[in-house]
């Protein structure tokens, strides 16, 4: 295993160069892997965006979005490509179970691999890492990275945007935790690259459907249960919920922070129920350690605050397996030392 350091050797000649992510991008992911794509473009390498779903229209307007090839959608090509490439940088994730059928290849493959990220327990596997659980986003890693590079001059208005974008949602709007003064100067350093602050929040928060903002409504209405006693609050989405308010992909994203929105509640859930499969997303507050409670019961994990699982069970018997397991939570994933 190498730091990252012994990239920059490695990436002085022109590279056939893989940029890929987690399923299901987020801002983070997206942004992440476009900022890479314009900077590892502008030093002269042939680069490739590959994420392994389809993500959210609210993600669309980052500059490269035309560029980034959906693996779901051409399966073969991104095998040739990967097998054939020089590097495949993995952004925002750390194992590459992750990647499903994708991720055997990248492990398969005789390129480079380099990992950028920030969850917890990563897999090793790769040839060059830059890991660091601290920080608030891995476009702030990206960022240090680009510095690294000695980039500073070379990050244009696209990148500052992207890498603002990951940052934005990632520290929960600058709320969480990991949003430290560092990331504070390098958000006003990027503004000072030219990063369209306003612009940038309007297309990832109000960018609403009408359809989404009913759906809102009715689920902090009909489908937002509360247990007080025990400090937690979730919501479950059925797959007809889906159906009747027309919801697409990334409509259901923030619902979960409603309900850890509640005064004294520690820990959030939102179930949904998937054609294949059943997704939980997960959010505390504090020692409250939800990646810990995903990876013991929903073969999930992600951050100490934030994390996601999945259950191959119906919705009804998940939902079941869910309240029984919650009676415990508060006494066993509160974890004294953070
Ligand atoms: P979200 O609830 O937004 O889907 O995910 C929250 C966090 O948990 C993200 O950092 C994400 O990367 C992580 N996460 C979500 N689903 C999974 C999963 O199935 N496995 C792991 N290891 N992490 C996940
Ligand atoms: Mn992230």
């Known amino acids: 295993m190498n730091s990252i350091d012994a990239i920059l050797p490695f990436l002085k000649e022109s590279r056939r160069i893989i940029v890929t992510t987690h399923p ?136 500052a945007n992207c890498i603002y974008a990951g940052i934005l949602t990632d520290t929960g709007g600058f709320k969480h935790p990991s949003t430290t003064a560092k990331v504070h100067r390098i958000v006003a350093d990027l503004i000072d690259m030219g990063a369209a602050a306003n612009f940038v929040n309007r297309e990832i928060y109000d960018t609403n459907s009408v359809n989404r903002l009913r759906f809102l409504g009715y689920a902090l209405l009909e489908k937002l249960v509360v247990r007080q006693d025990l400090k937690i609050a979730y919501f479950v989405i059925s797959a007809k919920d889906f159906e009747r308010f027309g919801l697409k992909t990334g409509d259901t994203e923030g619902l979960v922070n409603y309900a850890l929105s509640i005064k004294d509640i520690v820990m959030a859930t939102v179930i949904i129920e998937r054609e294949e499969e059943v997704r939980l997303s997960f959010r505390s507050v504090g020692n409250y350690a939800v990646n810990l409670f995903a990876n013991d019961h929903f073969e999930g994990g992600g951050h100490k605050n934030a994390s996601g699982g999945v259950s191959h069970e119906a919705l009804e018997p998940t939902i079941s397996r869910f309240e029984s397991l919650i009676d415990s939570f508060k006494d066993k994933y509160y974890i004294k030392q953070s």
């Open 24 to 159: 299901n991008p987020d801002a983070d992911a997206l942004g992440s892997s476009l900022a890479m794509f314009h900077f590892l473009r502008g030093r002269g390498h042939d680069v490739t965006v590959v994420t392994p779903t389809d993500y959210p229209d609210f993600l669309k307007w980052m500059p490269g979005n035309d560029n980034v090839v959906i693996y779901d959608q051409c399966k073969e090509k991104c095998h040739q490509w990967v097998a054939e490439c020089d590097i495949i940088f993995c952004l925002d994730f750390s194992m590459l179970d992750r990647l499903k059928e994708l991720g055997e290849h990248v492990r398969n493959t005789s390129a480079k691999k380099a990992v950028i990220d920030h969850h917890l327990d990563p897999e090793d596997f790769a040839d060059f890492e830059m890991l660091d659980t601290k920080a608030s986003a891995t476009a702030e890693l990206i960022f240090d990275f680009i510095l690294k590079m000695e980039g500073r001059e070379e990050i244009t208005t696209e990148i």
